[in-house]
Each structure stands twice: as C-alpha cells, then as structure tokens.
C-alpha cells in the first residue's frame, strides 16, 4: 500500500512540474502520461492476513443448499467448538458432524442448520468458537447477493472487503472459491 501511495505522488508531482500539458494527460517532461482519473479497483484487504487452514469452497444454492469446506493446512483439521453462521443462525460443527477433515479433503455441510443458503443473499461466517462479534474468531467469510450480518467482523478480521457482496450467476446454483478467499473477485 504505501509503494501504491509513493508512486501515485510521485506520478502526481511529475505532472505538476511538467511543461505545461495540453490535455487530460501530461507527459511532465519525461515522455510518462499522467493519469487524471483516480484508479476504481476494489480495496481488498490487507495481504499479511494468514490464511486459515480450513477456507470456505462452494455456497450451493439448490434446495437447502450446502457449504464446502476444505482443509488446505498441512495436518488434519478438527472443527469442535466451530460454528458456521448466517445472519444469527448458527450450527455447532464439532456437536453436528465428525469434526475432523483429513488434509486435503473437504466436507460439505448442509445449509439447513443456518436456515438454507439462497443465490438472493446471505453470508457464510466460519467461527472458532461462540463469540460472533471477536474478528479474532474469525476463520472464513463470504457473502454474496443482498449479504449478511457479519460483514463488519470480516472486516476487521482483515478477511472482507467493506461494502463488497459476490452476485452469484443466474446460470449456475453456487458460488466457488478460485483463489484468494478474501478477494470477492475470486469468487464465481
């Protein structure tokens, strides 16, 4: 972030001190255009977020619909005393399912514990432990359409960007992860 800010002031103090341009643009001396519109990328969030070992896969919209979880960690995940939550409905993973994923593989969770998962909206909240307000709990988010409840925790858990949901395509009945889990545009 801070080389963002040096080179956009540099590019900023170039134009300035350029020879007087003739346009949007001004080549400041050096034969560099200078922008004059700000960039309009998203603001993800910051890139010293360590990833959790278990991260959230697949929201499938049909029927209840289900969530995929993946353990990307390099030793067995155990998930007692997590909870996955939606908009204040919440299931005790560790009390509903065996609660350890092998490395490597991944366990789906049927969404009727948090009252189903709807392309419309909502979110999906992986929590290590039953304080859902902590950002610390915080192990896995996304949220897409209308969105949820928790996305302020997500943010300050470094692991959301604020104002930001994923629109599900119509043509498909879920949303899946290709890449970073904190960057909605990896979201599809």
Same mark, same amino acid.
């Given at each position: 972030?801070?080389?963002?800010?040096?080179?956009? @002031?540099?590019?900023?103090?170039?134009? !300035?001190?350029?020879?007087?341009?003739?346009?949007?643009?001004?080549?400041?001396?050096?034969? !560099?255009?200078?922008?004059?519109?700000?960039?309009?990328?998203?603001?993800?969030?910051? $890139?010293?977020?360590?990833?959790?070992? @278990?991260?959230?896969?697949?929201?499938?919209?049909?029927?209840?619909?289900?969530?995929?979880?993946?353990?990307?960690?390099?030793?067995?995940?155990?998930?007692?005393?997590?909870?996955? /939550?939606?908009?204040?409905?919440?299931?005790?993973?560790? !009390?509903?399912?065996?609660?350890?994923?092998?490395?490597?593989?991944?366990?789906?969770?049927?969404? @009727?514990? /948090?009252?189903?998962?709807?392309?419309?909206?909502?979110?999906? !909240?992986?929590?290590?432990?039953?304080?859902?307000?902590?950002?610390? *709990?915080? /192990?896995?988010?996304?949220?897409?359409?209308?969105?949820?409840?928790?996305?302020?925790?997500?943010? $300050?858990?470094?692991?959301?960007?604020?104002?930001?949901? @994923?629109?599900?395509?119509?043509?498909?009945? *879920?949303?899946?992860?290709?890449?970073?889990?904190?960057?909605?545009? *990896?979201?599809?």
């Amino acid at each position: 972030m801070r080389r963002v800010l040096v080179t956009l @002031v540099a590019v900023l103090l170039v134009g !300035a001190c350029g020879s007087g341009g003739d346009g949007p643009t001004d080549t400041g001396g050096a034969g !560099a255009t200078v922008p004059t519109d700000p960039p309009t990328t998203v603001t993800n969030p910051p $890139d010293t977020v360590e990833l959790a070992t @278990v991260q959230i896969s697949v929201v499938d919209f049909e029927g209840d619909g289900f969530v995929r979880l993946v353990n990307v960690g390099d030793s067995d995940a155990d998930l007692t005393g997590h909870w996955m /939550v939606q908009q204040g409905k919440a299931v005790d993973l560790g !009390a509903e399912i065996d609660p350890v994923i092998p490395v490597g593989d991944s366990l789906d969770i049927s969404g @009727v514990g /948090v009252g189903g998962v709807s392309a419309e909206g909502g979110e999906i !909240a992986l929590f290590a432990g039953g304080d859902w307000d902590n950002a610390e *709990s915080l /192990v896995a988010f996304v949220q897409w359409g209308s969105g949820g409840t928790h996305e302020a925790v997500a943010v $300050d858990a470094g692991l959301w960007p604020e104002g930001v949901t @994923v629109e599900p395509d119509p043509n498909y009945s *879920s949303i899946e992860l290709f890449g970073d889990p904190a960057n909605p545009e *990896s979201w599809s």
